[in-house]
T-cell receptor, first 120, second 113 residues
Framework: AQTVTQSQPEMSVQEAETVTLSCTYD???????LFWYKQPPSRQMILVIR??????QNATENRFSVNFQKAAKSFSLKISDSQLGDAAMYFC?????????????????FGTGTRLTIIP | EAQVTQNPRYLITVTGKKLTVTCSQN?????MSWYRQDPGLGLRQIYY???????DKGDVPEGYKVSRKEKRNFPLILESPSPNQTSLYFC????????????FGPGTRLTVL
């Protein structure tokens, strides 16, 4: 079974600084996808960034980027120029690849989350 | 507006009183799932559906039922709720698997006394 581990329950960063959230995962699959979701106090789950395992290039979305180390099974999220609106719980998630009707391909397996605080 | 809606958003009930949490999506998505979120555990999948009349268990299905009679709706049924089902529940949908985005509903906070 796949597992996702976020070892930092809480982190804080000064506004405008850079912070990196860690995530490791365990899988025997070669085809999979990784995601970072943000959950602000409103509780809404918001997709921040995704990475396809077959792509060597790290994904970026504006101030958000990932460091994907496939061999090490590591998928960290870097937030640059942190803003007050970035304060939230961040979840790393894994999804198996394969065909649409393969069992378990629709499921996201989540880590336990990292609560990020932005210090003004 | 493309969205996933859930109702109710908040519910307090008592042990044993049957309840249904509704979920509806307007994006014509094939896949729908229910997750529960508990402190220190992240989100865990309860049930999922690949299409109308096709449902299967996720990681924590005990005490829950689902149905998928229409493509847009995927209700979660608790026939005899217990206090350990107190949680935050999310419905999600996606067009397909793989890299396709799962869109989440706003969440339902359930308290079972």
């Amino acid at each position: 079974a796949q597992t996702v581990t976020q070892s930092q329950p809480e982190m804080s960063v000064q506004e405008a600084e850079t912070v990196t959230l860690s995530c490791t995962y365990d899988t025997s699959e070669s085809d999979y996808y990784l995601f970072w979701y943000k959950q602000p106090p409103s509780r809404q789950m918001i997709l921040v960034i995704r990475q396809e395992a077959y792509k060597q290039q790290n994904a970026t979305e504006n101030r958000f980027s990932v460091n994907f180390q496939k061999a090490a099974k590591s998928f960290s999220l870097k937030i640059s120029d942190s803003q007050l609106g970035d304060a939230a719980m961040y979840f790393c998630a894994y999804r198996k690849g394969g065909g649409d009707w393969d069992f378990g391909n629709e499921k996201l397996t989540f880590g336990t989350g990292t609560r990020l605080t932005i210090i003004p | 507006e493309a969205q996933v809606t859930q109702n109710p958003r908040y519910l307090i009930t008592v042990t044993g009183k049957k309840l249904t949490v509704t979920c509806s999506q307007n994006m014509n998505h094939e896949y729908m799932s229910w997750y529960r979120q508990d402190p220190g555990l992240g989100l865990r999948q309860i049930y999922y559906s690949m299409n109308v009349e096709v449902t299967d268990k996720g990681d924590v299905p005990e005490g829950y039922k689902v149905s998928r009679k229409e493509k847009r709706n995927f209700p979660l049924i608790l026939e005899s709720p217990s206090p350990n089902q107190t949680s935050l529940y999310f419905c999600a949908s996606s067009l397909s698997t793989g890299a396709n985005t799962q869109y989440f509903g706003p969440g339902t906070r359930l308290t079972v006394l």
